[in-house]
């Protein structure tokens, strides 16, 4: 079994998301440890990078901060290191396939595993381009998440069939940021998704109020925050990971009893 | 040229957001369908003969090729069509297409603005909604098209974010067509994005090359030793190079904006300064730092200020089959003064690129050669600029 999976081993999972070095990496250094003290079952690392296209404004004007802040891919792989040394929650980059194609895929992927990163989202490299990707993140033991969305249709089985780790399930259309509401028929795809795999699902995209997120883990296995928390940092700069770690703490709660 | 997998050599792909990932592909299927439909083909050619005024004219720019002493120089004038550019050619069959494909709504991104305008003016010929994005700093220096694309009944987005230039109002297009795309289609303006968009663009203006073609064979009884054109997406150049790419007599030539100097960091050369990557769908050559964020490129030309190309230019460079000059803003600026004064066409400041390296290049030719340069659109849209470049301030 992949670390990614441990994630879910104990019921639904609450992954909470972070762009790194926003505004420092001193600050995302702390922020994943509070959430991690706040019952964070899996973190999603964002790489920043410069154009993110997937984004709405919230991720794109911190991938901006963190990028004007000097933050790199290196740094962030000796961030990822240094948590490491004490902590066991599995950790995901979530980035753009220019960050890894520039770094090169194989010394990305073995980087990646030398500092114990254990899975890999790449929002722009659909199930069309992912043998350019896999390979190297496969041989490194590092998931390449899938991602379903609610136009995939047809396309459900083919995506879920051989993903590894966990299926990310976009839970609307457009790009990442809160929602008042998700109207998609979650559970219809769940269902399309359960009949080739086992794998865990975590729904994402717009995601904030534990009401919200308990109903999500409750139609798949877990549910993904980031604009909501990058929100937060975004207004409390240096000083987030209190907040962050108060906002976990409600989130991983609902999302673990629901 | 596309492999089945939508590829230009390693270039070209189809890295988009998965749910895209349907929309991208009901395109392929319904241009696949539509490509070889003759009931298409004649009505997408009677919109281009009696709307856009096609054949465009290939002129002999004879005061030029005297003055320069070499080459004999003609002028592809797509500057002549309705809405004063190359963009209406691709415009109209994407807007016939998404027609057809039963779409109702147009979005497209716009950088010195005759992308947008050529939108919307098809939008309003065949009844249907658009949305415009455009960097924040593009519609200050392109007022002009900015009141034209509303006036055609568009609604013009300002893009705040990034640079506020193309590249920003690429992002924010393909941002908004993940949030609609049942009646939405995104009418993309260059050779660039996913597969198929490269190649249906490069299809539509393939027309510039197939008249030149024509036009050159019954004036001059021969093909050209040169196409030149402006690259940025590089839509007029794909159209340039189409019917020439199998004649290999004939020299490919791209010229691309290189700002303030290639060896600045206010550039917009993607071949000549870039390297490969992947960005806005496609794997191609973009400007970039390290580790792999995309430069905020620099152009006075806002239709050139992208920091990639497409996919097609990228293999034709890979395999020597094209090449790609870097021109300043500088002799662009020249050239855009040169050939108002000389010929009586003032050109796009795009198109100017063009004609600074036709200048360059036709005195080195024997007076037996040809070239033909593709003047990709008018150059009214520029005028302020230029004049603010020379330190004039006029109003407009």
Redesign the interface.
Known sequence: MSKIATAFEKGNAFIPFVTCGDPTIETTEAVVRSMVAAGADLIELGIP???P??E??VI?EAS?RA?AGGV???KIFDMVARLRADIDTPFAFMT????????GIERFAARAEEVGIDGLIL???????REEFAPAFAAHRIDLIA?????????IAM?AKEAPGFIYL?SS???TGVRSQITTDLEGIVATIRKVTDVPVAVGFGISTPDVAAHMAHLADGAIVGSAIVKIVGAEGAQAAGAVGDYVRAMAEAVHTA | MTNPEGRFGIHGGQYMPETLMNAVIELEEAYARYKNDPDFQAELSDLLNNYANRPSLLYYAKKMTEDLGGAKIYLKREDLNHTGAHKINNVLGQALLAKKMGKTRLIAETGAGQHGVATATAAALMGMECVVFMGKVDIERQALNVYKMRLLGAEVRSVETGTGTLKDAVSEAMREWTTRMADTHYCIGSTMGPHPFPTIVSDFQSVISKEIKEQMLEREGRLPDAVIACVGGGSNAAGTFYHFIDDPEVKLIGCEAAGRGVSTLETAATINTGRVGIFHGMKSYFCQDEYGQIAPVYSISAGLDYPGIGPEHAYLHDIGRAQYVPVTDEEAVCAFEYMSRMEGIIPAIESAHAVAYAMQLAPTMGKDQIIVITISGRGDKDCASIARYRGEDIDL
């Open positions: 990078f410069s154009d296209t997937a709405g404004p794109q901006t990028l790199t891919t290196d753009y396939a220019n960050v890894v194609f520039s770094y929002p722009d490299v659909p199930f069309e381009e991602m379903i969305a609610p136009t995939s249709e047809d396309r995506i976009v259309l457009g790009v």
